[in-house]
């Protein structure tokens, strides 16, 4: 009987063995329904061999089984608390960092700013006077600073019909005024290369003794506009104009008059 009760016991320390893995494998995966089945199996094998076993040297007792599965739930609790508070803490929200303010940069004050803000009005700029336009006048010298040689009268018996100017040769010859050119070129006996200029209020004004004329029949002029040059071309002694003033073509008058009516001056 004692031979046989010893290997009872065996069986059932091997029994033992084999629950309590299953309990710590039941741990390991974190099945409390495994560990509970477990527990049960073990403490009923413990108690069934201790019921056949009489007065053996070793006793199994439910007590140790019992020991054992208390601690093993005990620290299984605490591990899933500890899990389930991390698992709390991952699942937590993290407060994000609140961003420093931005520093803000006084804006820098203008001049006029500072002053309008003390209080004192700024003065606006002056606009700009306007240039003063230079009005071409109506009426002009035909050859302005030349200096008179001759003035309208008798000369040598004969009616020198004009006004002499002198300057030096290739001088240029300006209309007096506004009109329309009648002739130029070799149009007359005894006056060169000559311009008409017809005013179209009954006048003209004949510039004679040219080097070359500058312009064509039938062109409007305006007072100081280029008629030629100064020469020496038909009856002539020397370079310079010999300027007349028609009253109707060749009715000749006396023309510093008619250029002073006119706001122009000439020595005669």
């Known amino acids: 009987m004692q031979g046989s009760s010893t290997d009872i016991l065996k069986a059932a320390r091997a029994k033992f063995d084999?629950?309590?893995?299953?309990?710590?494998?039941?741990?390991?995966g974190r099945s409390r329904h495994?560990?509970?089945?477990?527990?049960?199996?073990?403490?009923?094998?413990?108690?069934?061999v201790a019921a056949n076993i009489d007065n053996g040297p070793t006793e199994v007792t439910p007590v140790a089984a019992t020991s054992t599965v208390n601690?093993?739930?005990?620290?299984?609790?605490?591990?899933r608390a500890a899990r389930a508070t991390a698992k709390t803490q991952?699942?937590?929200p993290k407060a994000a960092p609140k961003a420093a303010p931005k520093a803000i940069a006084p804006k820098a004050v203008q001049p006029a700013q500072a002053k309008a803000k003390a209080g004192t009005s700024v003065p606006k700029a002056a606009?700009?006077?306007a240039a003063p336009v230079?009005?071409?006048p109506v009426w002009g010298s035909p050859m302005p600073g030349a200096q008179v040689t001759s003035c309208f009268g008798q000369r040598w018996g004969v009616l020198h019909a004009g006004v002499d100017l002198a300057e030096p040769a290739g001088t240029p010859i300006r209309a007096v005024g506004p009109g329309t050119v009648f002739s130029n070129g070799w149009a007359y006996s005894g006056y060169g290369?000559?311009?008409v200029i017809d005013h179209g209020d009954g006048y003209f004004t004949h510039y004679a003794h040219m080097s070359r004329d500058a312009v064509q029949i039938g062109q409007k002029v305006k007072a100081g506009d280029l008629l030629g040059y100064?020469?020496?071309?038909?009856d002539s002694t020397g370079p310079h104009l010999h300027f007349e003033v028609h009253k109707g073509m060749w009715n000749q008058i006396e023309p510093s008059a008619w250029l002073k009516s006119r706001g122009v001056p000439i020595n005669c």
């Open 230 to 234: 100064e020469g020496s071309t038909g």
């Open 90 to 92: 991952l699942a937590a």
């Open 134 to 136: 230079k009005v071409r």
């Open 193 to 195: 290369i000559s311009v």
């Open 34 to 48: 495994v560990v509970a089945i477990a527990a049960m199996a073990g403490i009923a094998s413990v108690g069934l």
């Open 18 to 28: 084999v629950v309590n893995d299953k309990i710590r494998s039941g741990l390991r």
């Open 127 to 129: 606009p700009k006077a």
């Open 71 to 79: 601690r093993e739930a005990a620290a299984d609790r605490a591990d």
